[in-house]
């Protein structure tokens, strides 16, 4: 739905099938068709008779003068120096697919294997190959299956997600933060807390969507695409992408639903799926039906959302069932949560006899309502998520017992490496408590992992803290406050959303 239609009725788009190979998706979604695009022979004499720039800068220069333009021809943007930038986009360390072939191993030659590529994916000979499946823990024991693709569709993927990010960074709305360039999960954690700390916030909906990525249905993704993207080559290369399925065995399993996790192209594909299914629609919802504030906050497939009535967070939250479900999509029924949160919640809840305020999850961080201990004020207090706490000690537990028998300065230089990646992500202000508990139950970890080694040898605590000090980093602030970063990053021109 635009933000700009007059209608402030919930429209509830039906499937229907496709006539063609590609039909349509304005007509399923109650869209009209895009003004002057579908006999064009290309994307850049759309809006003017001067060609653009042949390159992803005129392509992106295009996206943000028309947002109703369809590109027609978008894979001749597919080059050599486009692979080879996707190329060293890619994790050095990931593990090969079921072509054993590593990055570094790739290298060799590479840009006679790239010019190959390249030749294969315009003459249309390019095809992908299935994943390989592996599973990953989750912090609440449960398992997410992870996709492992062979590096030539990584480096290909990565090309074809340069190209949509050129269009669709025009069209995506300011309160999604996922998967975005220079956007990340602390921006997303800074706007939920200045909107909660400058807008009359008084309920928090913590939307949880139950198994995003494998429920995305292959015709919505196709659809939804064609809003923008006319290009039948580059359609039919991700659809190869979402039904090339995985290895089971000697024999591929295809995949009829679902977009893979751990495929290069997933996260874009799914900020495009929700961009339609969910941010416009929740824009306009705001501004035609709420009574009072609304703010939205989305990373992937993580919502957050702020009300200043319950009235408008109940109807809300009845609405997103409807429309998610128009999509395939569904609410964790025991994940997706209203609570009452914001600066009158302390007061609020003690007056109704009630225990503190609620608390809510995002992004490895739970979400307390507290007040300052000097001035008095409403503050939110962010600290690391228990659960993932406890996972991530469970996993250096039993990587120390692999290490058992390295030196002393090898396991050091790991758990340097370990700590300072953790304080990266959650030394923010308030959470110093949970930082501190983190090294100390590495600290008790590592010395009973030593006095394992030997029946004889013992190390008291003191010495032991001595030797730690070598490699454990020191625990500072890292991050700065929330209000301070957000308005440096938009600098007064984006408030609030």
């Excluded at 809003?227 to 295809?254: S, T, Y």
């Excluded at 996260?267 to 299914?277: D, K, S, W």
């Excluded at 995002?362 to 996972?391: D, E, P, Q, W």
């Amino acid at each position: 739905m635009h933000a700009d239609e007059k209608s402030d009725k919930v429209i509830v788009p039906k499937k229907q099938p496709n006539n063609g190979e590609y039909s349509p998706a304005e007509a399923v979604e109650g869209r009209t068709l895009p003004k002057g695009n579908t006999g064009q022979a290309t994307a850049v004499r759309t809006l003017s008779r001067v060609a653009a720039s042949s390159g992803l800068a005129g392509v992106r220069q295009v996206a943000r003068q028309g947002k109703d333009v369809q590109f027609t021809a978008l894979l001749h943007h597919i080059t050599v120096p486009l692979l080879a930038d996707s190329y060293y986009a890619l994790k050095r360390g990931s593990a090969p697919g079921i072509d054993g072939i590593t990055w570094q191993a790739y290298g060799n030659n590479l840009y006679g294997k790239l010019i190959e590529l390249h030749s294969r994916i315009h003459a249309g000979c390019y095809r992908a190959r299935p994943a390989r499946r592996t599973m990953i823990p989750k912090a609440d024991g449960s398992e997410r299956p992870l996709n492992i693709l062979c590096l030539e569709d990584k480096i290909v993927q990565q090309a074809v997600v340069y190209v949509l990010e050129a269009i669709y960074e025009a069209d995506f709305m300011g309160f999604s933060y996922g998967f975005r360039p220079g956007r990340g999960q602390h921006d997303a954690l800074d706007a939920v807390s200045v909107g909660i700390l400058r807008k009359p916030i008084n309920w928090v909906l913590d939307a949880d969507i139950q198994r995003f990525f494998d429920a995305m249905d292959h015709d919505w993704i196709m659809k939804l695409l064609q809003h923008r993207i006319g290009d039948k080559r580059l359609l039919r290369l991700i659809r190869k992408w979402l039904k090339v399925g995985v290895m089971n065995g000697d024999h591929a399993e295809r995949n009829e639903v679902g977009s893979p996790q751990g495929a290069v192209i997933s996260p874009i594909l799914a900020n495009i799926y929700l961009h339609y299914a969910f941010d416009l629609w929740a824009h306009t919802w705001r501004q035609r039906r709420a009574s009072g504030d609304v703010i939205i906050i989305r990373y992937a497939d993580d919502v957050v959302l702020g009300f200043e009535h319950e009235a408008d967070a109940q109807l809300f939250q009845q609405h997103l069932h409807q429309r998610l479900k128009a999509f395939e999509l569904n609410l964790h029924p025991d994940k997706t949560r209203l609570i009452r949160f914001g600066r009158h919640a302390i007061r609020d809840r003690k007056r109704l006899g009630l225990r503190k305020p609620e608390t809510f999850d995002f992004l490895g961080f739970t979400h307390y309502c507290s007040m300052a201990r000097r001035s008095g004020n409403f503050i939110i207090v962010r600290k690391t998520i228990k659960k993932r706490l406890r996972a991530t000690l469970k996993r250096i537990k039993a990587e120390l017992r692999r290490r058992l028998h390295d030196s002393v300065v090898d396991t050091g230089k790991w758990l340097s490496r370990v700590l300072q990646g953790h304080l990266n992500y959650f030394s923010v202000s308030g959470n110093s408590p949970s930082i501190w508990l983190f090294f100390t139950e590495v600290r008790k970890l590592w010395l009973k992992s030593l006095r394992r080694r030997s029946q004889k040898a013992y190390i008291n605590w003191g010495n032991f803290v001595r030797i730690t000090n070598r490699f454990f980093p020191r625990i500072r602030l890292l991050h700065p406050h929330p209000c301070y970063r957000f308005d440096a990053r938009t600098r007064g021109r984006s408030p609030v959303r």
